[in-house]
């Protein structure tokens, strides 16, 4: 018999990759904005830019509703539209109820699978925050990309983490070895999270941004979405889920970048507030 199929790591990663090719991709992550969204939305005064706050503090949901944005019957243009925000002002109040009121029910039938998980759940959330504002404020300050997409692929970079996590509790050999699935986690989690996206209709410089996170070397200054995620999560790698701490991390020694972030961090600040409020 082969190897493989008794090794339940390989399992998991095969049966992911048979789900991933149905293109129906349901999962909890550990924010509750989902119940937050609900509330904006019965808010008759509530305006794009709060709504587009609120829904950015749920990966998934924030990703479907760009995808719908795209979609050929509300961008008959087919300008990519790569951003919540401008998702927002596409789609309009009532398909975002819809789409927020389908993602909740499904992650109300997923959310119990999570439980176990939960410390993990956020840590990856409050680290998906932080290289969410990060990307922002560098994609603002040292480059020419839009801040709201850099904001947007910082958010969605780590869904692969939440997505194989949901997935774990159909594993208990593997739930039982920690230290292989942590090492899924951390070898598997950028290639997943694109692989999720896929479907998404989302610009290839989102999806390479996702893809590519964990990869270097860093450049300074900047010129992709994809330099910019990397340089706002090797900024936040004492947050990062995935750290292996026998791996050296890659040093930064930027002084520019430093510079920026120092003179931002008020707004930094305020970014991470309102994401995680």
């Keep these: 018999m082969n190897a493989n199929a008794t090794d339940p790591s390989f399992r998991f990663l095969q049966d992911i990759a048979k789900d991933l090719a149905t293109g129906d991709v349901n999962f909890p992550t550990f924010s509750a904005a989902t119940v937050e969204v609900r509330a904006a939305l019965d808010d008759q005064n509530v305006n794009a830019e709060k709504l587009a ?54 992650q109300l039938k997923a959310d119990r699978d999570l439980q176990k998980h939960r410390d993990k759940a956020e840590l990856a959330w409050r680290h998906s925050v932080q290289v969410a504002a990060l990307s922002y ?22 869904i692969g983490f939440f997505y194989l996590l949901s997935r ?54 900047p010129r992709s979405m994809r330099d910019v995620v990397h340089l706002a999560n090797l900024v936040a790698a004492e947050t990062n889920p995935t750290n292996d701490p026998a791996v050296p991390r890659e040093k930064l020694n930027e002084p520019e970048l430093a510079a920026v972030l120092a003179q931002a961090q008020e707004q930094l600040s305020s970014l991470v507030s309102v994401l995680h409020s």
């Design 137 to 158: 404020i560098i994609a603002s300050k040292l480059t020419r990309l839009s801040p709201d997409e850099a904001l947007f692929a910082g958010l969605v970079h780590d």
């Design 168 to 221: 774990a509790h159909k594993y208990p050999e593997l739930e039982a070895n920690p230290e292989a699935l942590m090492d899924i986690l951390r070898s598997w989690h950028a290639s997943i999270g694109q692989a999720v996206l896929h479907s998404f209709n989302l610009t290839p410089a989102v999806m390479d941004a996702v893809g590519e996170h964990e990869n270097g070397p860093h450049k300074m200054p």
């Design 53 to 106: 706050r609120v829904i950015s503090r749920e990966p998934l949901l924030s990703a479907k509703l760009v995808r719908l944005a795209n979609s050929t019957a509300l961008n008959p243009s087919g300008r990519p539209i790569a951003d919540v925000r401008t998702a927002v002002i596409r789609v309009g109040h009532s398909n975002v109820r819809s789409v927020a009121v389908a993602v909740a029910y499904d």
